[in-house]
C-alpha cells in the first residue's frame, strides 16, 4: 500500500540512442524499471539511431528540441539517457533542454545508495559515487561545504571553489578508500578462517532480478530481502546449508546482481564484496529462464565475473523461475548440460518461489561437496560438474 505521505514519484522523459551495438533496448524495459526502482515515473520514451554521438548534445540538436517538446507535453522534470554522457555531454544538454539530465551510470548508483544497508555496502557505494562526481562537479555535490579563498581559510588565497570542490572531493575518496582497505582485511581474515575449517564455499551469481535472494531462502531458509525488482539485494549475506544427502554443511553466500553496463567504478568499489565469488569454491548462476533476453544477460554475468577474476572458478548453472514458463516451452527434463563458452556445464531447471526442482539441484551440491571433501591423487584437477542421477 502507498504511504499517502510519500512524495509523488519524478515524472522523467527516457531516452536511447541505437549506435548499432548488439544490445540496444528499443523499448528501454530496463531502463524504465531502474527509474522505477529509484523511485522515477517515466511518462514517455524516446529513441533514436546514430552512427556515433553528438559531441555537444549526444543526440544532435533536432533530437535535443525534440526531447524538450516532449518533456513540455508530458510534464517531465528530468530526463534520463539509457547510455553514459560525457560531463560536457550532460552540462550542454541540461542548457538546451532546460531540464535535469542524468544517465544510467548515474542512476545505478543513486539505486545502490538508496538499498546498500550494511557499513562495507554504503561505504563501497560512496566511493563510487565520489568517483563518478569528481568528473563532473555539478550541482548534485551541493551538499559539499562551500568555503571562500582568503587568509586564514582552507583553501588558500584566491583559490576557486571547483579548485575546492576537487580536493574536498579527492580527500573524500582518499578517506573512503582507507576504511575500505580495512573492512577488505577484516574480511580476508574471516575467509582464511572458513579455509582453515575447510568449508566448501558457493556464492550466488547472476542478472540483477533473476531470482537470487528468493532460492537464496528457499536453500537456507532464510529471510534475505527478495522482491521482484532490480537490485533488490546489494549486501552479501552468507549462511550455512546442510545437505543432508552429504552429511554436511557448506557455505552459501548471496551476492549482488549483475546488470548491462554496470559502471565500472563500481565494480571496482564492489571488489570486496564481488571477491566472494572469485573465491569460491563453486558458482550457482541463476538466470531467469522466463526472460526471452536470459542468453544476452547470461553472457554479461560472464563478462564482469571475467573482470573480477572468477571466470575461471567453476558453475551450475540454475535456470529459475520455472513456474513461469509456458506449459509447452518446459524443459523435458529438470536436469541437462548447457554449453557455457565452449564448454559443458551442467545445468538445473527449477522454481525457487514453488520448490519445484529444488531436490535436484541439492543432489548436485551434495555430490560436489562430497567430492570437494575427498579430494583425488596430487595434481587431480578437481570434481568436474557432472550430472548426478536422479
Not at 542524468?102 to 539505486?111: F, S
Not at 582497505?181 to 564455499?201: G, I, Y
Not at 549482488?256 to 571488489?271: E, N, S, T
Request: net charge neutral.
Amino acid at each position: 500500500m502507498t504511504d499517502k505521505n510519500s512524495p509523488a514519484p519524478t515524472p522523467v522523459i527516457l531516452v536511447g540512442v541505437d549506435l548499432g551495438g548488439p544490445h540496444f533496448d528499443a523499448d528501454l524495459e530496463e531502463l524504465g524499471l531502474l527509474a522505477q526502482t529509484a523511485g522515477l515515473a517515466p511518462v514517455a520514451r524516446i529513441t533514436c539511431k546514430r552512427r556515433a554521438p553528438d559531441a555537444a548534445l549526444f543526440v544532435g540538436s533536432g533530437k535535443a528540441d525534440e526531447i524538450r517538446f516532449m518533456a513540455e507535453q508530458h510534464g517531465a522534470v528530468e530526463v534520463l539517457f539509457d547510455q553514459s554522457l560525457s560531463p560536457a555531454q550532460q552540462r550542454n544538454l541540461e542548457r538546451h533542454l532546460g531540464l535535469p539530465v542524468n544517465d544510467r551510470t548515474l542512476l545505478i548508483l543513486e539505486i545502490f545508495a538508496q538499498r546498500a544497508r550494511s557499513f562495507e555496502g554504503k561505504l563501497q557505494v560512496e566511493l563510487a559515487r565520489l568517483q563518478y562526481i569528481s568528473t563532473r562537479l555539478v550541482r548534485r555535490w551541493s551538499h559539499l561545504e562551500r568555503q571562500r579563498g582568503g587568509i586564514g581559510t582552507r583553501g588558500g588565497p584566491g583559490e576557486t571553489q571547483i579548485e575546492l570542490d576537487r580536493r574536498m572531493i579527492g580527500e573524500a575518496i582518499k578517506r573512503t578508500k582507507e576504511r575500505l582497505e580495512k573492512v577488505k582485511r577484516q574480511r580476508n581474515t574471516q575467509r582464511r578462517q572458513r579455509e582453515r575449517r575447510d568449508t566448501f564455499n558457493i556464492s550466488l551469481v547472476g542478472y540483477t532480478n533473476a531470482g537470487k535472494s528468493t532460492l537464496f531462502n528457499a536453500l537456507v531458509k532464510a529471510r534475505a530481502y527478495a522482491a521482484d525488482q532490480l537490485f533488490a539485494t546489494l549486501d552479501t549475506t552468507t549462511r550455512q546449508l546442510y545437505l543432508g544427502e552429504a552429511g554436511r554443511s557448506v557455505s552459501l553466500s548471496d551476492t549482488v546482481g549483475f546488470i548491462r553496463d554496470l559502471p565500472h567504478g563500481l565494480i571496482d568499489a564492489f571488489q570486496a564484496t564481488l571477491q566472494e565469488a572469485a573465491d569460491a569454491d563453486l558458482l550457482l548462476h541463476v538466470v531467469d529462464a522466463a526472460n526471452p533476453d536470459y542468453p544476452e544477460q547470461l553472457q554479461e554475468v560472464q563478462r564482469v565475473l571475467a573482470e573480477i577474476g572468477a571466470a575461471d572458478v567453476p558453475q551450475l548453472l540454475v535456470f529459475n523461475k520455472l513456474d513461469a514458463i509456458e506449459a509447452e516451452q518446459q524443459p523435458l527434463n529438470l536436469q541437462d548440460t548447457f554449453e557455457l563458452e565452449g564448454r559443458q556445464v551442467t545445468r538445473v531447471f527449477l522454481s525457487a518461489r514453488s520448490g519445484k526442482g529444488l531436490p535436484v539441484l541439492r543432489q548436485q551440491l551434495a555430490a560436489l561437496a562430497l567430492a570437494h571433501a575427498q579430494p583425488g591423487e596430487p595434481g587431480d584437477p578437481g570434481p568436474e560438474l557432472a550430472p548426478v542421477p536422479f
